[in-house]
């Protein structure tokens, strides 16, 4: 961490920051310029209130340097994480098809979709059963009802499941759930993070649409803190002043999380964009830089009221992305 | 609701469409354009999923145009909504100070500030016993604990005093607590925002970072639609690309806010930009543009073991921002 | 500035740095952690290529401490700057108010709005000739006969005028001119702003869409490091997500500038919101604030085809507003 | 275009607005709902101020609803524009690398440089002589002498050359230049861009810093239509609160623009990024999504004083970015 120091900071104020750092075990290097002094804290500082240095009046600036995150951070375990899901692997190089309708709607609709995704590739199935909606008069999901179909489809299909809780207190009704996914809305909902933290689970985490990557590890660092390291990190677009799409898929996430952490990275194409026709060309392109996994809504027609062409793809589209995946993966590969 | 067709829509999708929209009670105006097709919708478009329709390979775009908040809209309510605080009111021409520190850290420091506020003319102590904090490592509140010390504050002075929750399950501990915050963070936990509808206290709900105003009527929706009318909005902050302040302060948001709801608004300039010789012309500029009251960090220095010039203000910079607002106030009541 | 080297940054290519570094005049202070090398940099540091250095291989990250202006710079220039405009003052004190419609449409619109707003307490006229649009179809003003009714209009009202330039091969046109324009889509338009540092008139400059405080100064810094000191800071609104409002006006942008810089600030609240109504309370929070004036867009109906309630003030309501602002200004000056 | 209407809005001011609308040759047609009226306008609406009519009393909301540019939009000209660059195509499936410095430094410098990169696979040779820095006290480019330099790599090599212009009064120094770049800085400079439009040269339209997209067309459109289509579009990142990256590069700007228009988008991740090691990643990326071209900086290390590992990538690792971006592009090409 860095002190920038005000021009004509008064000797006694700086001499009793320097004390107070100094009892927090950090060592204190004084480097003097012509306008400003600068202190550089050598130690632990993951632990320093950097708001209320800032707030002192004979400080100008503070700046970090290292990161505040320890278990997410590369820096402290080079080797990639693995992450064992009921017998498929994610990270390391081993790449997996997270895919399934946004919600449980009925049996039919996630058995149908549950068995053309995983002919389609995909491993794991995702479905909403708790569903976050900005509105509270839209549809909130079929709840404890929609995780027991899920768990039918698993039984059925044979495939782990991954499905979004919204409050800690809905944890029982998790049990048999593989994986447990946390909402961009709920990237920051502390308490639920650390109940995350008690559980040996892998835990899905989706960036929320303004944090920041260091905000974002800072939000597995809570899980990990705790005990578990399963996190699973997926970039799913910000928010930026863009209206043409949804969000912002941010995908310079893949390479910059990869360097910053070890664990696995997912990116969700189809709720960045908005737009099932972009989710294609979006998803080979996260292949191609790197990420761990694509996290993809399937949907089918059939069960589907409406007609044709819904927001997310139908199976037979799935298989498409799926096969070019592989091709590009394969390219990367090669080309390293 | 407006849905803009393709060019080529085929009829009998466009038909499935319509017939799916009347059968929700719209009814369907078409008007043809030489490229566009406009379908305008009547009637109460608030349930109608907007991206279900938005994903339809017939249509090009959709617009809502009618606002989805109903009880917190000013349309519906135009009077100022007037929210009563064991006796003390906000809204509706009645401005309100919320002042204390950002987290109680002992009763020494609690019962000094709380004194020292009601002095320099708050009527409502804040104080963090929860504290939501970005890294796990950092001083997480004195929770429970913090919470009794708050209610001794208040028992002596007499003062109401508003703190944050961080999980429904806290609800018990919060009985006595006159408004119960809601944090920036959490201002999209749904389903805690459903609990807070369920009683019968006001809630001080803040602004998400990257959250839309329509985004934040729609969590005071959440409260208001579960049966409890007492929300009180607070700006305090958003992020953008600027790094010279913590946050920016939207302040046209104030207007804005009262213009689309009649619920009290309240500014926070302590979080917003995160200096504290910024609070002064920042509160002066809220209680300009209209607010209904500000919420300000104010700290005690005997007590905080640093040094002085602390992010908050100290009691007696405090009291020459209330006394500069109330000139303020009375100016702008002059000018009207 | 403070280099931070990589964990096992190569000795010789350390040395290399340092050398490269101390032959621009600089003296290097190496501050050595467990897992980080600090570089403190001490001098002027203001022609060092941040990128440069920050692409190095060894090089973790790069942080400027000092502000890279020096003309701009409040640290350097501890009063106020105060810029005359024919008799007129602004800063250090010094309110002034800037109004008149966007565009020059005809004489009588000019003329008529002119001696409005002067009668409404404006002391200097705005009106656009060369106007920014865009659309490339939409109306791109009267250019040099808009320039010419403007130059009427001040010989008939004795009001100086502040009007926009859009390429520097206009600048023979300005010859009569009192104040140039920079509008916010030409704040990086390094080549016009060299011209404009070469004359000897005041400079509008509007803070760019997407520009940081830092930025916003780095470019009143071109103007100035040609020799034309006299720039006035215009803030007129930042792009960010929110879409209720035009753009969101940054008013912690006028105390943050004020105590980085000694130039005069003016609010713009007209185009930062796009909508008349409220005007007049951003106008009152950039007076509490500290702003040393207000560009405020004033049409008048008759002139105007349409019908009443343009996007802009009437003259009525914007003498309200100034009537409204003085009474915030005597609020201020009696509340320090 | 859609115009909303307000409650209770006057029927003798709805009726002059309606007027007006058809008096500009758009037919209007009103759909009534119970809290609102909508004006449905069908024609040419690309030449109505929209900000006229949503500054009007009795207007609630307007909304765009066809795209005002015509010569840059898809929907008028569904192929793919193929540019020739003196022999080398762009769009339309032909994709190329556009490479070299970032600045034009000394004539060993850039033939060097122009040798490798041809070698490594790059047609068009890129390097800047006129550059925009934030700081006046930053190098600015040799200016008309690096054009000179360019203009000899170009005759030795027989490679084209792009490079960027700032003003519209160089463009004599330009005659000899193949591709004309327009810098995001510049993006909404309309002089320059209407110069750019009347004459018979590529342009390298940058996207601004916050430009949407549609914007980023408009600018488009200022070239289109004063005669000049041959205009290149180039994503390089936009402003967001991320601050691990220079910028954030918005891939799905590629897919979507190819949708909205028929010009040629090339992806720029070296400025976007501002990370070396991130440009490999970030290229393989953009060639996946549908990119027609990459404009990559490369620089050479025992022309450059300082040490290895510069911001840009060395010859060998550009062509080990050209080798493996082939691998992806044939794989994209296998998928379809």
Redesign the interface.
Known sequence: M?V?LK?QAEQK?VK??TD?LENQGLSV?K??????T?L?L??DT??V?I??I?????VE?V?R??E??KNANR?FHPDDTVIDINGYKIGGGNFQYFAGPCSVESREQILSIARDVKKAGANILRGGAFK????????QGMRAEGLELLLEAKKETGMPIVTEI????HLPLFENVDIIQVGA??M?????L?QLGRIDKPIFLKRG??A????FL?SA??IM??GNQKVILCERG????????RN?????????LK??SHLPVVVDPSH???????VK??A???????ADGLMIEVHNDPAH????????LTPERFS?VT??VE??L???R???
Chains 1, 2, 3, 4 share one sequence.
């Open positions: 860095v920038i021009d104020k009793n920051l107070w290097h480097v003097k310029g012509q306008y400003q600068i550089g050598i130690g993951s632990k209130d708001d209320l800032q707030g002192l009046d004979i600036n700046k340097i290292s505040p995150y820096k976050p909606r900005t509105s509270p008069y839209a549809f919204m409050d800690a207190s809305r709920n920051q909902n502390f308490e639920l650390k649409l303004s920041t990557l260091q905000e800072m660092e809570y803190a705790e910000i928010r930026t002043f863009e209206t043409a799409t912002t898929l941010d995908l310079s996430a893949v390479p910059m360097e910053m960045a964009c908005g737009i099932a026709r972009m060309p979006m080979f392109a996260a292949a191609a830089c790197g009221a409406l007609c044709d062409g819904p927001q997310a498409e096969a070019g091709k590009i394969a390219a990367v090669e080309a390293k």
